[in-house]
């Protein structure tokens, strides 16, 4: 019983792989918009029918997808936050890694840079779940920087808060995009010391 359970676990966990995979390649390729169920199916030789059966609807399969992607900056932050260097030091790699991902992995990609902004402007759980996440890794770091004395004596959550706030720019896809080629607008160098020393 509890290997038929196991052997029809793995088999639904390889089909929903499968259908991300499928779904993330075409909303890369024709955008989200442009892509529909059908076209998922289509592409991986089977029924829309056998799609639903995993997911509900297009949007839960952008959902997941969005999921994902979070769940990959969050294993860059974690591992940054757990380096052996000064709690300074991991906060400007932390905002250069998170800032390089959101460049190359977003912006340079127009059709994912469009599954993005969708995920924001319909403000679903998943983005939440990831600022909450985030904030707790800037929490620790600080709190490690002021037991360090390398930070001044301050609540950490709301020190984290403010961090994520004052460097928004630099981590917010549309604010990413909207400033990267300002003149007038501080560079992403300027940003990490000046909200670095502000928890001095």
Known sequence: MDENTDILDTARQDNVARILEAAERLFRHYGYAKTNVADIARDLGMSPANIYRFFASKTEIHQAICGRMLAGSYQQASEISRLPISA???????LHAEH???VTA???H???HEMVIVAI???WHVIEKHIDQMHELLEEIIRQGIAAAEFA???PAVAARAFGAATAVMCHPQLVAQCLSKPNRATPDEITE???NALR
């Open 88 to 94: 300074a030091d991991r906060l400007r790699r932390y």
């Open 100 to 102: 390089q991902l959101i």
């Open 106 to 108: 977003m912006l340079d």
């Open 110 to 112: 127009e059709k994912v």
């Open 121 to 123: 402007e319909r403000d």
């Open 153 to 155: 004596a301050q609540d």
């Open 194 to 196: 000046f909200a670095i």
